[in-house]
T-cell receptor
Framework: NAGVTQTPKFQVLKTGQSMTLQCAQDMNHEYMSWYRQDPGMGLRLIHYSVGAGITDQGEVPNGYNVSRSTTEDFPLRLLSAAPSQTSVYFC???????????????FGQGTRLTVV | QQQVKQSPQSLIVQKGGISIINCAYENTAFDYFPWYQQFPGKGPALLIAIRPDVSEKKEGRFTISFNKSAKQFSLHIMDSQPGDSATYFCAASMETSNTGKLIFGQGTTLQVKP
């Protein structure tokens, strides 16, 4: 199993550009989330999903959109990139109500995004 | 508002020593407290977790101590090894919310010197 796969690994954007960070999981997990990691701030939740067709906002949702059309995929869209969105982005998935360990989160390798 | 506060920000320990990282939380509805370990260039991975019905959980050299009344929990790494050098995050969650949402602390960078 590949687990959680994120693409791309690195990206440089100009201010105002848009892009989509891809996330796919092959573990049939119900829950998926996006976090951003910044020095001294830990990981902060951007958006999350509890199943296909269901998404909700986390702590820092402004400037980001998500959708979940399938169980496997959970893309994160930056609408108009700003330098404040320079960060490392992690996608995570967990079993949800399909298993006893419903909160153990499995993370992808991350996408390092720089906005200039 | 930081719901989970972690300290210290960085820690240097000699090989064979004990590493201790502390976390405090505010929301008494949290019912699941994991610790994640992250190596450079990698995503975080679950190390050990505890629920509030026990005060301590041990897995090998790693132990979580939990104090429900003080709303604090800590990670102890016994006989610390250079391979333990990584960033450690505590987190908290409400499993009963059925969302999988995790609230993370700020992280601690641990360096174990040979």
């Amino acid at each position: 199993n590949a687990g959680v796969t994120q693409t791309p690994k690195f990206q440089v954007l100009k201010t105002g550009q848009s892009m989509t960070l891809q996330c796919a999981q092959d573990m049939n997990h119900e829950y998926m989330s996006w976090y951003r990691q910044d020095p001294g701030m830990g990981l902060r939740l951007i958006h999350y999903s509890v199943g296909a067709g269901i998404t909700d906002q986390g702590e820092v949702p402004n400037g980001y959109n998500v959708s979940r059309s399938t169980t496997e995929d959970f893309p994160l869209r930056l609408l108009s990139a700003a330098p404040s969105q320079t960060s490392v982005y992690f996608c995570a998935s967990s079993q949800g109500n399909r298993g006893p360990r419903n909160t153990e989160a499995f993370f992808g390798q991350g996408t390092r995004l720089t906005v200039v | 508002q930081q719901q989970v506060k972690q300290s210290p920000q960085s820690l240097i320990v000699q090989k064979g020593g004990i590493s201790i990282i502390n976390c405090a939380y505010e929301n008494t509805a949290f019912d699941y407290f994991p610790w994640y370990q992250q190596f450079p260039g990698k995503g975080p991975a679950l190390l050990i977790a505890i629920r509030p019905d026990v005060s301590e959980k041990k897995e090998g050299r790693f132990t979580i101590s939990f104090n429900k009344s003080a709303k604090q929990f800590s990670l102890h790494i016994m006989d610390s090894q250079p391979g333990d050098s990584a960033t450690y995050f505590c987190a908290a969650s409400m499993e009963t919310s059925n969302t999988g949402k995790l609230i993370f602390g700020q992280g601690t960078t641990l360096q174990v010197k040979p």
